[in-house]
């Protein structure tokens, strides 16, 4: 076999260790299966060529069988998850040859293999790829996450731009992917590796000050764990206790969220309490040990994390508490039982030793659904897969954060419904979203395996038409109750308004005076004339006059952003005019789509055959010819009262030099500094030049006169202008 040539030394003792990790689920027939998997991929191999590839493969087969815990199905996959990029087989090859199962995970994995990321948003549209693929068969990013990591743990034999494009995608999608399913110890180790290329100087002064550490470090420990060690023994308990320095990135982490220095860091290291527990006895055991050491030490009760009564969504179990221990100094002490600790470490795929133990609630719906798959009794893994692919099937919908969060939702949710789902203050705010890259409403339906980023404005605020388009049961009833928040805060503020102004109208029944307005405006409730009144919908000198002169009426305001037509003088010229007035009524007229007018432009109206009449800028490119040709249709118009924020949609150029971060600078004047809601955003860069023409929505000249001043003194930007 080659396996046995003395070439083959390295491949021959790597191959015995996979061998070893998959003892307990390796019959005669697996083993001929690997075997063969990699007879398969040495005969693959150049004469000239090193062991290196082939040791890859066996690492990362051994990483699934041994770290993560899957079968032996996986491992053989894991095998020969680069044959069909490479061409060396293809499906029906495999299938052949191995069987469904490896070959559909192979061809799993090539496929998430095949995106090679250039920058973020292909990243993170790789990661949502790898977690759709995963909703397919949780092996495949099992498989990945090995792959990945056998990778960086020998990536310092790749050139420099390699290293640091492979640490930063394990950084920011390998890492935290491993620490949504529960795999801390992979997700550790991608970490600090990762940092060791995209850090390296802070990497290398904490592994220094970690190692000058060292010995006050075991001191503090032994020191800490003797009494606690004692009283465990006297009560009975089987139990290991560990003392480990935290990761490398953790403490880096801590060191710049706290802005401290290492020495300034009180929890580099925590203590782990690790008991020999029946599954019935399990949650009473963890609290006893937390009730001995909170008795020898104080402990912080703000730090206490209870993970056990709800674990985490990725199936964590464990107690976690903050003391004061000897010499006055805080440590982090973590509770759990070997059980715990195995799918700590190994996260979902440990669950396979665990078969009928059930975890508490509060496990997110897609977690337990493997979870009672793995656990069922009598079930091959292949079984088990299929099981998981059945109970998929479903009326919902995931949809992602940019972050790469996964949010359940039903089928037919809008972006307002994911708003609401990641928190009520972003729903009630939003103003729409960027889904996969483009600009959307807030109204836009959602589907599986979206990109969801939220956009916000603290002008917005709930309306009532929501409620006609949003399909979740949350968004619906934060939406209701904002909606009477918002409801009680008018009718308090619309009260205040009117006993005030009745005390200075000098009306002493303030009670009769208000079923008097009631009454002749016909409201339905008593408390609608305090909404109208706060929402300035009635006339306050009209109400004076009904109060204090019968035959006079009340005069209820229009809705805003409507038009009425008046002959009122404008000036001091005698010339009617059409008033744009933001509570016009009940004439047909819109903004020109031309020159798009807004509140503040010198306009005119131009009566259409068909649509109404057409506001105009009087520097419209079309003005000339309309005057021209059809003068009897003009109407001279101005505008009047004041604008409302963001009625007017406009479109602005800007030029400027091509340089990183350009865009974020100009997007943060524009949305954050102004809030001013874009619609559109079209780009186009030339000879280190760009031009950028943005569609936008401002209240009025003076705004948009703002705004082109602030972007003028943006760095990079040469010129922002308005289109004509």
Aim: proline share 3%; charged share 30%; aromatic share 8%.
């Amino acid at each position: 076999m080659p396996v046995k040539s003395s070439r083959y030394s390295d491949v021959a003792l790597a191959y015995r260790g996979l061998l070893s990790a998959l003892t307990h689920s390796l019959d005669a027939e697996n083993k001929k299966q690997i075997r063969k998997a990699l007879n398969f991929v040495l005969s693959n191999q150049h004469e000239d060529d090193s062991n290196e590839r082939v040791l890859h493969l066996l690492e990362v087969s051994r990483i699934c069988a041994s770290e993560i815990g899957l079968g032996a199905s996986s491992a053989i996959a894991a095998l020969l998850h680069d044959v069909i990029v490479k061409n060396y087989s293809n499906k029906v090859e495999l299938e052949k040859e191995y069987g469904v199962v490896v070959a559909e995970l192979v061809d799993r994995h090539t496929i998430i293999s095949s995106i090679d990321p250039k920058d973020p948003k292909t990243q993170a549209e790789l990661f949502r790829q790898m977690l759709i693929s995963f909703s397919r068969d949780p092996r495949v990013i099992l498989i990945k996450l090995a792959d990945r990591l056998a990778l960086m743990r020998r990536i310092n034999r790749f050139p420099k731009d390699f290293r640091l494009k492979r640490s930063w995608e394990t950084f920011h999608l390998y890492a935290p992917l491993a620490h949504r399913l529960g795999l801390y110890r992979l997700k550790s180790e991608m970490e600090d590796l990762a940092m060791k290329y995209i850090y390296p100087d802070e990497y290398k002064y904490i592994i220094k000050s970690l190692k000058d550490t060292t010995a006050s470090r075991n001191k503090f420990i032994k020191s800490f764990i003797a009494p606690i060690d004692d009283e465990l023994k006297k009560r009975g308990f089987k139990f290991d206790i560990k003392g480990r320095p935290k990761s490398v990135y953790s403490i880096f982490r801590k060191m710049q969220k706290q802005a401290v220095d290492f020495q300034d860091v009180y929890d580099i290291f925590a203590i782990r309490i690790i008991l020999q527990s029946s599954p019935e006895n399990e949650k009473s055991d963890c609290w006893q040990v937390y009730s001995i050491i909170t008795d020898r030490y104080t402990p912080n009760p703000e730090r206490l994390r209870d993970w056990i009564s709800v674990p985490k969504s990725n199936g964590y179990e464990s107690l976690h508490t903050t003391v004061l221990g000897p010499d006055d100094k805080w440590v982090e002490v973590q509770i759990r039982t070997s059980r715990m600790d195995d799918i700590a470490e190994r996260g979902l795929a440990a669950h396979w030793k665990y078969k009928g133990i059930r975890q508490e609630q509060g496990i997110d719906e897609w977690v337990t659904r493997v979870r009672e798959i793995l656990e069922s009794p009598d079930a091959t893994p292949e079984d088990k897969v299929e099981q998981f692919n059945l109970n998929l099937i479903t009326n919902d919908i995931y949809v992602f954060t940019p972050k790469g969060d996964i949010r359940k939702l039903s089928v037919k949710a809008t972006v307002l419904d994911f708003a609401f789902d990641i928190h009520s203050d972003i729903g009630s705010q939003c103003i729409g979203a960027i889904v996969n890259g483009k600009n959307v409403q807030i109204r836009q339906e959602l589907h599986n395996g979206d990109v969801v980023e939220i956009i916000t404005s603290k002008r917005q605020h709930p309306k009532k038409d929501w409620l006609t388009f949003v399909t979740t049961s949350k968004a619906k009833s934060k939406i209701k109750q904002q909606l009477r928040e918002l409801e009680n805060k008018n009718i308090a503020h619309g009260r205040e308004i009117l006993l005030r102004r009745l005390k200075n109208w000098k009306i002493d029944d303030s009670e009769a005076a208000i079923r008097k307005i009631n009454k002749h405006l016909k409201l339905k409730k008593p408390t609608d004339i305090f909404i109208l009144i706060a929402e300035g919908k009635v006339d306050l000198s009209a109400i004076k006059t009904l109060l204090t002169a019968e035959e006079q009426v009340i005069v209820a305001k229009p809705e805003p952003k409507t038009v009425e037509t008046s002959n009122e003088q404008v000036d001091n010229t005698g010339t009617d005019y059409l008033v744009i007035d933001e509570k016009l009524v009940n004439i047909d007229y819109k903004l020109a789509k031309c020159c798009n007018p807004i509140f503040g432009d010198d306009i005119f109206g131009f009566v259409t055959v068909n649509e109404g009449i057409k506001i105009h800028r009087t520097n419209c490119p079309n003005a000339g010819q309309l005057a021209s040709r059809w003068g009897y249709r003009i109407v001279k118009a101005k505008w009047k009262g004041s604008s409302k924020a963001g009625a007017f949609q406009t479109t602005i150029k800007i030029t400027g030099v091509d340089e990183l971060g350009i865009l974020n600078r100009i997007s943060e004047v524009i949305s954050k500094d102004l809030k001013v809601n874009m619609r559109n955003l079209v780009v186009n860069s030339n000879s280190g030049l760009f031009e950028a023409s943005v569609q936008l929505y401002v209240e009025d000249t003076k705004h948009l006169e703002t705004l082109l001043y602030r972007l003028t003194k943006v760095q990079g930007v040469s010129k922002a202008v308005r289109l004509k």
